[in-house]
């Protein structure tokens, strides 16, 4: 997925922390939780653009077209970059 | 869309002359359509097999063609071969040959998402570099036409120098091409990224599929809105438990509903044979065995096929549809109260079948801990063998009061359930410490589910059933008759003075003389069950049993139902009238007027809440133990299983029975 120039300079935020319908940018330490890998492989790469379809414990993330429930324990280490437009 | 695959034109074919038998390893991320594909291409001729040392189970089908024969391992699904988890090493071990049990594939089917291609594209790119020449099976592309999606094949083969194919596996285009394909698959020679690292493979992956694919692939595409509004209802903490509570009422409503017509002409039929085996064959010992021992044995599983049959279809049809990865999602919350992961929640519900396919089920969870700790409970849930015992039991406590009855029943359920997830919280709180992995699961796209997928899943998991049923059951059952009925012994002298009695009434009062000669039938039968080895052994057991209100004869229906619970009513069959057969009316009747040595009733109101419990909660089955050693590695956890299992139902049993009493209820 190409890099889309909505990317604000902001500071990144928790995933567990945006509300429902709101767009982000993931930006992956590696390392950053126990499961980053499997995160990798699922999709949820670092730059990929992730929409929150369902907010709470655990909440609903889909990246591309692939829709993952998380717990919010894991979602609270994932940072990412709010879509200032999306807001 | 391209209608043909191609093949990169330098490339080496690895198979320019195919040996007769091909052997293709299937492979591909989860809900990519493998299963479907396997299915497409094989239909029935194919097995589940078990791969020893390993928690996975795979299929393997074979494909005949006129001049080769295509053997296919559908391999469980999963997200990168270097991924520390039991799949991923598996299908690693299995693709470079370093697994033992098992040949070297000659070569790799990837199957591929089309509309999910970035993402696919990960495991495509390992999955190609594992040294075996290889095909791309890109799946789903009637979705992807759908979505107004256009991938050029020619393209991506050029990238990633294989073979691609475009296919439906629901729809069956591309199966005829792909199948040319797989005579010759190509070793790839492209510059790939390298397979450990998976940011450096989604970069790659990333600059592929705008080369690749057309149309619209970005997040919010139009299905979107409909999914998330059926999200939204099925993961809503209130709407979504009530629509999963009328789910599961339904779906059990329907097992016992639809299933009680198959039962009974599966136990007329049994009846028949019986009979038939009966009068064919000379009286004496192969007669006895091959009728009550035998027979008796296979009848008492067949019964419980239907329920089982129905269980599966209905399961295989929700999880293609997508709803069970909802459920899943919903019961993570609840189940997470009780130290469980919400994938528990799969295996647990099938338990209600059985327990053996729900513990080989948990190996899609992913924590040790976790996985552990549902094996451990599974087998608390009511699984189909209790039926006929609650059915025994409640028809005694609950004569005539039908509305009752249903309660008693569900209560039993209830008190299983329970039973499952205290265990699991103390348990995870105790031995089996240490943080539940948290939940990541993928919540694949809403489908039409397939009945031909559902027909052939059901199908396969019934032969496993009845695989069961003619082996361990049939050899249970002949051992126990064979103790039931040896040593024999001299009828004890009353019996000849009643038959002789009734000679000598035959005339003037037949119909006493009938009758008297069947209480002579009943007391032999009645002194050989305790005089054989199954008797003697009831005897010396009793005193174990007494504070549960169980009588010896009691004692030996339970201990002859240790190995499987649904031996217990015909054991109890055998023991008080000395017919087989306890579905029979008459003989159920017979059951419950049946009195102990001293005179009272055998089956009291406080024993028979008694045995309820105690058979809710006991480990009564030696097929679950042994599958628990298998899926743990160690008979440690199958002993710890037996010994928590039967000594919490002994205490609840003996509880209930005293409580009972002392309330004034005998
Ligand atoms: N529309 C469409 N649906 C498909 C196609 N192939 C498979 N499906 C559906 O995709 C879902 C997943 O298919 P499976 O065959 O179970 O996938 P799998 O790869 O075996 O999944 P795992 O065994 O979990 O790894 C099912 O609902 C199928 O009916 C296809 O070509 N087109
Ligand atoms: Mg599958």
């Given at each position: 997925m190409a890099i889309t120039e909505t990317r604000p300079a902001a500071v990144p935020v928790p995933l567990s922390t945006l509300p429902r319908g709101a767009s982000a940018t993931v930006c992956h330490q590696p390392q950053?939780?126990?499961?980053?890998?499997?995160?990798?492989?699922?999709?949820?790469?670092?730059?990929?653009?992730?929409?929150?379809?369902?907010?709470?414990?655990?909440?609903?993330?889909?990246?591309?077209?692939?829709?993952?429930?998380?717990?919010?324990?894991?979602?609270?280490?994932?940072q990412v970059y709010p879509d200032v437009s999306a807001e | 869309m391209t209608a043909n695959a191609t093949k990169p034109a330098d490339a080496p074919s690895a198979a320019e002359i195919l040996p007769s038998r091909f052997r293709y390893a299937l492979l591909g991320n989860p809900n990519t359509g493998k299963t479907t594909l396997f299915n497409r291409l094989c239909g029935v001729r194919s097995k589940t097999a078990n791969f020893p040392g390993s928690t996975v189970e795979?299929?393997?089908?074979?494909?005949?063609?006129?001049?080769?024969?295509?053997?296919?391992?559908?391999?469980?699904?999963?997200?990168?071969?270097?991924?520390?988890?039991?799949?991923?090493?598996?299908?690693?071990?299995?693709?470079?040959?370093?697994?033992?049990?098992?040949?070297?594939?000659?070569?790799?089917?990837?199957?591929?998402?089309?509309?999910?291609?970035?993402?696919?594209?990960?495991?495509?790119?390992?999955?190609?570099?594992?040294?075996?020449?290889?095909?791309?099976?890109?799946?789903?592309?009637?979705?992807?036409?759908?979505?107004?999606?256009?991938?050029?094949t020619d393209k991506l083969s050029e990238v990633i120098g294989c073979p691609v194919v475009p296919i439906s596996a629901r729809t069956g285009d591309g199966i005829d091409e792909l199948l040319r394909v797989m005579r010759t698959p190509i070793l790839s020679s492209a510059a790939l990224p390298n397979p450990t690292d998976v940011q450096e493979t989604s970069n790659w992956a990333e600059q592929i599929v705008p080369l690749c694919v057309g149309g619209d692939d970005a997040v919010g595409s139009a299905n979107d809105s409909v999914t998330d509004r059926l999200d939204a209802a099925f993961?809503?903490?209130?709407?979504?438990?009530?629509?999963?509570?009328?789910?599961?009422?339904?779906?059990?409503?329907?097992?016992?509903?639809?299933?009680?017509v198959p039962m009974d002409l599966i136990e007329l039929t049994f009846a028949h044979v019986g009979q038939w085996i009966g009068n064919l064959l000379p009286a004496g010992a192969i007669n006895d065995m091959l009728v009550d021992g035998v027979l008796a044995g296979i009848a008492g599983t067949v019964v419980f096929l239907p329920q089982i049959v129905l269980l599966f279809f209905m399961l295989s049809v929700l999880e293609d549809t997508g709803y069970l990865a909802r459920a899943a999602f919903v019961m993570d919350k609840l189940l997470r109260r009780f130290g469980l992961p919400g994938q528990a929640f799969v295996p647990l519900l099938s338990a209600h079948a059985c327990a053996i396919p729900a513990i080989m089920s948990t190996r899609l969870i992913p924590g040790h801990n976790d996985r552990l700790a549902t094996i451990f409970v599974a087998p608390f849930l009511s699984c189909s063998a209790r039926v006929p015992v609650y059915v025994l039991m409640i028809g005694i406590l609950f004569t005539d009061q039908p509305l009752v009855a249903g309660i008693a029943f569900t209560g039993c359920y209830v008190l299983g359930a329970l039973a499952a997830l205290v265990t699991s919280l103390v348990f995870r709180r105790t031995i089996?410490?240490?943080?539940?992995?948290?939940?990541?699961?993928?919540?694949?796209?809403?489908?039409?589910?397939?009945?031909?997928?559902?027909?052939?899943?059901?199908?396969?998991?019934?032969?496993?059933?009845?695989?069961?049923?003619?082996?361990?059951?049939?050899?249970?059952?002949?051992?126990?008759?064979?103790?039931?009925?040896?040593?024999?012994?001299?009828?004890?002298?009353?019996?000849?003075?009643?038959?002789?009695?009734?000679?000598?009434?035959?005339?003037?009062q037949p119909e006493t003389a009938a009758q008297l000669l069947v209480q002579a039938d009943e007391v032999e039968a009645q002194n050989a069950k305790a005089k054989s080895f199954v008797g003697r052994i009831g005897h010396i057991?009793?005193?174990?049993?007494?504070?549960?209100?169980?009588?010896?004869?009691?004692?030996?229906?339970?201990?002859?139902?240790?190995?499987?619970?649904?031996?217990?009513?015909?054991?109890?069959?055998?023991?008080?009238?000395?017919?087989?057969?306890?579905?029979?009316?008459?003989?159920?009747?017979?059951?419950?007027?049946?009195?102990?040595?001293?005179?009272?009733?055998?089956?009291?109101?406080?024993?028979?809440?008694?045995?309820l419990v105690y058979y809710v909660l006991a480990m009564q089955c030696l097929p679950t133990l042994a599958v628990t050693r298998r899926e743990t590695g160690s008979w440690k956890w199958a002993g710890a299983q037996l010994v928590y299992m039967t000594g919490l139902a002994y205490v609840l049993a003996m509880l209930t029975f005293y409580v009972l009493r002392w309330s004034g209820v005998s």
């Open positions: 950053c939780c126990a499961d980053c890998e499997l995160l990798n492989a699922m999709g949820m790469t670092d730059r990929c653009k992730v929409r929150v379809c369902r907010r709470g414990n655990p909440l609903i993330v889909q990246v591309a077209s692939t829709r993952l429930g998380l717990s919010s324990a894991m979602a609270a280490h994932i | 795979a299929r393997i089908g074979v494909i005949p063609r006129r001049d080769i024969t295509f053997e296919i391992v559908d391999l469980p699904g999963h997200y990168g071969l270097n991924l520390d988890r039991p799949e991923s090493s598996f299908c690693k071990q299995f693709l470079s040959g370093e697994y033992a049990h098992a040949p070297t594939p000659d070569a790799v089917l990837v199957v591929a998402d089309a509309t999910n291609l970035s993402r696919n594209l990960l495991l495509v790119s390992q999955a190609i570099q594992q040294g075996l020449p290889a095909v791309v099976a890109l799946n789903m592309t009637d979705l992807a036409q759908r979505r107004g999606l256009t991938i050029d993961t809503h903490p209130v709407l979504g438990i009530v629509v999963f509570a009328a789910i599961m009422t339904g779906l059990f409503y329907t097992i016992f509903s639809l299933a009680t089996l410490r240490g943080p539940s992995t948290p939940m990541i699961l993928e919540l694949p796209t809403y489908k039409l589910p397939s009945i031909r997928t559902a027909l052939l899943t059901t199908y396969d998991r019934s032969l496993v059933f009845l695989r069961k049923a003619g082996t361990v059951i049939v050899a249970i059952c002949i051992v126990l008759w064979w103790m039931g009925e040896y040593p024999r012994v001299d009828a004890p002298p009353e019996v000849a003075t009643m038959r002789a009695e009734a000679e000598q009434l035959a005339h003037e057991a009793e005193p174990v049993f007494e504070p549960l209100g169980y009588d010896w004869q009691l004692t030996v229906g339970v201990l002859s139902s240790l190995l499987a619970r649904e031996v217990f009513v015909s054991t109890m069959a055998v023991i008080v009238t000395g017919e087989e057969d306890g579905e029979d009316e008459a003989v159920r009747e017979r059951i419950v007027a049946a009195k102990r040595d001293d005179g009272g009733l055998l089956f009291t109101t406080a024993t028979s809440a008694s045995l």
